[in-house]
């Protein structure tokens, strides 16, 4: 291959990336320049156009890609811009979807398409719409993620009512509930599952959950490790809670054993204890981001001048 | 530091700079015509080499703006596609001009503070 073959081969290169109207003319005008370019060369080096000497203009000339979209600019099928976001999603669904598949295998692939898709749309529809549509508007302050001493008491009355003696005594709730009408002994637990680590794990990340609830309460207000903390507890509690879903063995020990007595029960509440789960960990997932986008110090409120009325 | 991202920070500003002011070189070359070859060369010449692979692809968009006008030359060998400036390069071309001219003058003062 000489190096009038190499030329040719290159603008052929270039030509295929362009849109058909503007192809040969590129192509005719790209062919002459890299011949008078090619020559140029040749003569500055005392020689005749090789090979070599043609391949390495067009080494410096780029990729035929590249040159074709400095002679036509292709938009990017997903903006540059979005490229945070969409790792953002792009992970969290992941995530969501190993959390929520419920030991099946999730179809990450098929989440990451879809993902592109809908931010190539994103990007499309918003390059038709008129300039300024999409611009950048303030909003009032997010709320806070957590609220302060009422809010976190309540959240551990809460959690200590609800699920936690639902958890402790499902058959002693049951029986509350009810008025002492529902089935007698229905939820009544195996021996095996009341004295099982599962339990007490289970049992310990509901109290941490719980207890630190009750020092941002005392404290009047959420520091960076009660958030963090908040944060450990609750990925600790949605995983065991998960746990409950899939057949439970003591250590060492193969043989699973059944949280109810009752095998009725028993397959009911495990696809619930999963789901409980699931729920938990997408909404510490949630928290985790918002722990991760934190601005720290926030910033001060302004101070107010004396004088400062209401009407400014 | 490291001297080589001190050389390459140095490298970058200056094809940045140059890039800046590449429409302008091109459009004042243009004023005449000229085909992709020779107004590299008056540009080299002139103390500006730009590379093949930006200049020429240049060319094209600067003529899909409106700001040039092109033809195709068949009676030279090879044939050759001629640019110049039109009406609204001209224009154009003034604008850039008294920019580049209030620009240079601000850099100075700057520079003088310096």
């Keep these: ?312 | 530091m490291s001297p080589s991202h001190a050389s390459d920070s140095k490298e970058t500003g200056l094809v940045e700079l140059r890039r800046g002011v590449l429409v302008l070189a091109v459009l004042s070359q243009l004023r005449r015509r000229q085909y992709g070859y020779s107004l590299r060369q008056a540009l080299a010449e002139g103390g500006m080499p730009i590379e093949e692979g930006t200049l020429y692809p240049l060319l094209r968009r600067l003529e899909a703006q409106g700001l040039l006008a092109s033809e195709w030359d068949t009676d030279t060998a090879p044939p050759r596609r001629y640019y110049r400036l039109n009406a609204t390069g001209r224009q154009a071309l003034a604008t850039l001009a008294d920019a580049w001219r209030s620009q240079v003058a601000a850099i100075d003062g700057f520079l003088g503070e310096a």
Excluded at chain 1, 8 to 18: C, G, Q, T
Excluded at chain 1, 117 to 146: E, S, Y
Excluded at chain 1, 243 to 255: D, I, K, N, R, S
Aim: glycine share 10%.
């Design chain 1, 1 to 312: 291959m000489n190096a009038h073959d190499v030329i040719e081969s290159y603008v052929r290169d270039v030509a295929r990336f362009l849109p058909r109207d503007k192809r040969n003319d590129v192509a005719l005008e790209l062919r002459e320049l890299l011949h008078d370019e090619l020559a140029g060369k040749a003569a500055a080096a005392g020689r005749g156009p090789d090979r070599a000497l043609a391949m390495k203009l067009l080494a410096g000339f780029g990729r035929p890609a590249q040159v074709a979209s400095r002679y036509q600019p292709r938009n990017p099928l997903v903006d540059p811009e979005d490229n945070h976001n969409f790792v953002i999603w792009a992970v969290v669904g992941f995530l969501a979807l190993a959390v929520l598949s419920g030991g099946s295998k999730p179809d990450l692939l098929g989440w990451l398409g879809l993902l592109f898709v809908v931010f190539a749309c994103i990007a499309w529809f918003r390059r038709r719409q008129p300039a300024g549509t999409f611009n950048w508007k303030p909003r009032v302050q997010d709320k806070a993620l957590h609220g302060g001493r009422w809010p976190a008491l309540l959240s551990a009355a809460g959690l200590v009512v609800f699920p936690l003696a639902l958890y402790l005594s499902p058959q002693g709730y049951w029986d509350l509930a009810t008025i002492g009408r529902g089935v007698a002994g229905g939820l009544l637990q195996t021996a095996e599952f009341l004295d099982s680590w599962q339990r007490m794990a289970t049992i310990g990340w509901f109290a941490l959950v719980i207890a630190n609830y009750l020092v941002v309460a005392v404290q009047d207000g959420w520091k960076r490790w009660n958030r963090r903390l908040g944060i450990v507890a609750h990925v600790g509690l949605g995983l065991m809670l998960m746990a409950h879903a899939v057949p439970m063995t003591a250590f060492l020990a193969l043989e699973p054993f059944a949280i109810f007595i009752a095998p009725g029960a028993d397959a009911i509440a495990r696809p619930w204890f999963g789901f409980a789960g699931a729920i938990v960990i997408l909404c510490v997932l949630y928290d985790m981001y918002r722990e991760w986008v934190r601005v720290e110090p926030a910033a001060a409120v302004p101070p107010v001048s004396p004088g400062a009325t209401v009407a400014g």
